[in-house]
């Protein structure tokens, strides 16, 4: 498996700020998504970060509010902008997709803890 | 498109029962599925996946889940409980020839074992 490391495990924030969250991975992988967990509810898929373009949104998430930096094959920054109360959740990263990676596996990180007052 | 059904939002038990948690789904393709498990304040783990190799899968801690084509459904046994299997419990589908890597997960199923 990975081991991926995400910074900060968790952060309290003032609304109409921005935070931006670190996933390191100790290993190059070819796939690095975000994921929004809000309190008591399922995942769901942000964007697929790619590295040297621009990232993937899903519906209903935008550039503006996620921007998102995959400079190489081992890190990926997601950031919070603009943040208000809705914004408060578990962001998780995960990567698929290396040489010691079982094939179409995501493997998560432990995830960053986000509340905005 | 595809969805994925957990039938019990919380599923008590006790500590050396049989556990059962129910997931269906619902895919226009070949699916892959997997349960993967969240430990309060830790990442997700994968504890086992089904990619159209044999229907009866085993998975990590002595958890299996069975492939049922006929009734769409993936759920997730372990023949005796342990205090330590209390998690929430995620069922998810994915299409990974057709929609490349995106999951699709299941609203979760939290677990509690009773001493």
């Known amino acids: 498996s990975a081991v991926i490391s995400q910074k900060p495990s968790r952060d309290i924030c003032q609304r109409g700020t921005s935070l931006t969250i670190q996933c390191q991975v100790d290993s190059q992988v070819t796939m690095m998504f975000w994921y929004r967990q809000q309190p008591g509810q399922s995942l769901t898929l942000i964007a697929t970060a790619n590295q040297g373009s621009e990232a993937t949104y899903e519906s209903g998430f935008v550039i503006d509010k996620f921007p998102i930096s995959r400079p190489n094959l081992t890190f990926s920054t997601l950031t919070v902008s603009n943040m208000s109360p809705e914004d408060s959740s578990i962001y998780l990263c995960?990567?698929?997709?290396?040489?010691?990676?079982?094939?179409?596996?995501?493997?998560f990180g432990a995830g960053t803890r986000l509340s905005v007052l | 498109a595809q969805s994925v059904t957990q039938l019990d939002s919380h599923v008590s038990v006790s500590e050396g029962t049989p556990v059962l948690l129910r997931c269906n789904y619902s895919s226009s393709y070949s699916p892959s599925l997997f349960w993967y498990v969240q430990h309060p304040n830790k990442g997700l783990q994968l504890l086992l996946k089904y990619t159209s190799a044999a229907t009866l899968v085993k998975g990590i801690n002595g958890f299996e889940a069975e492939f049922k084509k006929s009734e769409t459904s993936f759920h997730l046994t372990k023949p005796s409980a342990h205090m330590s299997d209390a998690a929430e419990y995620f069922c998810?589908?994915?299409?990974?020839?057709?929609?490349?890597?995106?999951?699709?997960f299941g609203q979760g199923t939290e677990l509690s074992v009773k001493p």
């Open positions: 995960s990567v698929e997709g290396g040489k010691h990676l079982a094939k179409n596996i995501q493997y």
């Open positions: 998810v589908v994915s299409d990974f020839y057709n929609q490349g890597g995106k999951l699709i």
